[in-house]
């Protein structure tokens, strides 16, 4: 996939936390998957920032990822489950996510299209 063109809209900050609380991933975790380079404060608070366009990037694949999950019936905790399958090689889709950053959104999203390509050809057997 070109690097110039986004995958679909870009999520706002209030959209990233509600799909990261709905996926249950910790505040840390949402940081470390877009990259962000501050941390949650000793108050708790999540930080207040806006994204960079490499981080609205990603965001752009969260959605489409959400989306996939959708299509493919996954329920989110199916990324933080461990996988032996490849691309994922025993670690859960979210760290492969967070360690791969842009590469690894783009793995989990094909390979989650490809669970609803499966299912629609059988649908239509």
């Known amino acids: ?16 936390w509600q799909l990261l609380d709905r996926w249950g991933v910790p505040d840390a ?8 380079a501050g941390k949650v404060g000793k108050s708790g608070k999540r ?12 965001t752009a694949y969260l959605a489409e990822i959400d989306a996939a999950l959708t299509a ?14 490849s691309p994922f090689t025993g670690q ?3 760290a492969l996510m967070t360690k791969a950053g842009e590469e690894g959104m ?13 299912a629609a050809l059988k649908s239509r057997q």
């Open 1 to 16: 996939m070109s690097a110039d063109r986004p995958l679909g809209p870009f999520l706002s900050t209030a959209q990233f």
């Open 29 to 36: 975790g949402a940081l470390d998957l877009i990259g962000f």
């Open 47 to 58: 930080p207040r920032f806006r994204f960079s366009p490499h981080q609205k990037r990603l």
């Open 72 to 85: 493919a019936g996954q329920d989110p905790t199916w990324l933080s489950l461990k996988s032996q399958t």
């Open 92 to 94: 859960t889709p979210l």
């Open 106 to 118: 783009g793995d989990t999203l094909l390979f989650l299209n490809r669970i609803v390509l499966r």
